[in-house]
């Protein structure tokens, strides 16, 4: 069992499933920054006037991956791009890990 602190590690890593067309999907693990409630709340509002790309947006809460590729912006933009589905998959299993009810509730 996990052992709870007050000040929760910045980082946690995760393995996030990314639709691979043709081909299943491909387990990746991606580390992810942890935010306060309020913050989490403040960062994923997005305002209809923000211009704001799935890279921008996911950049708030991805900081790395375990992929052979670095984890930069250029290589971060390739994947969003030649993997549609992608984006949902990272933005969904952050939230979920974060905000989730994985246990049934009492």
């Known amino acids: 069992m996990a052992k709870l602190t ?4 910045p980082t946690f890593k ?6 691979v067309p043709g081909k299943g999907n491909a387990d990746v693990e991606f580390t992810f920054k942890h935010h306060s409630r309020e913050k989490l709340t403040e960062l994923m509002e997005i305002d209809s006037d923000d211009d704001i790309s799935n890279q921008e ?3 708030r809460f991805v900081s790395d991956w375990d992929l052979d590729d670095k ?3 250029d290589n971060f933009k390739i994947l969003l791009d ?6 949902n998959a990272i933005m969904e299993a952050y939230t979920q890990e974060m905000v989730g009810a994985r246990e049934k509730n009492y």
């Open 71 to 73: 984890f930069n912006e």
């Open 6 to 9: 007050l000040n929760p590690n």
């Open 14 to 19: 995760l393995k996030v499933k990314i639709p």
């Open 82 to 87: 030649s993997y549609p589905r992608a984006a």
């Open 57 to 59: 947006y996911l950049a």
